[in-house]
């Protein structure tokens, strides 16, 4: 009788390489999913991705990644093209917004679209300023407070941690 499952094992292999893959990107420490069907463990401290189907059916576990792993992979990446943030210093009496979770920066809706803010624009309270990208999910950032955008601190398609200041308000 032939493994009529091949097909939806690859599948799988396949999906699990490229969460493997966005987890190593992420920097996040573990990941745990759960479905109805398998069950996938991923961890940075562990040597290999312990992935089990259900009826106990393990699938050859993926590679681990290290930070030099990371590391290469990114230096043979070419970095993408990003407008700079702008310069100038920072006024302390300026209303820092942060990244609300760790991700990437995009300053505009959609690649070629004009930015939702630019230096030196007006916003008011619940103004959408920016988005941040975590696998494919998107976030939207808002003016907590109007006023003007005096400093973007982040370039676009740049990976922010959370917290980390995006940009600058001077409040009304």
Known sequence: MADTNASGDDRLLRDLELLNELFAQGGYKELRVVGPNVSVLLSAQAQSASVLQSGGNALAPLPAFSASTVQAAAASQPAPAAAPASKGAIDPAWVAVNAPNLGTFYRSPKPGSPAFVEVGQKVAVGTELCLIEVMKLFTSVRAEVAGTIRHIAAADAE?????????????E
Do not use: K, R
């Open 159 to 171: 990976l922010v941690d959370g917290g980390q200041p995006l940009l600058y308000i001077e409040q």
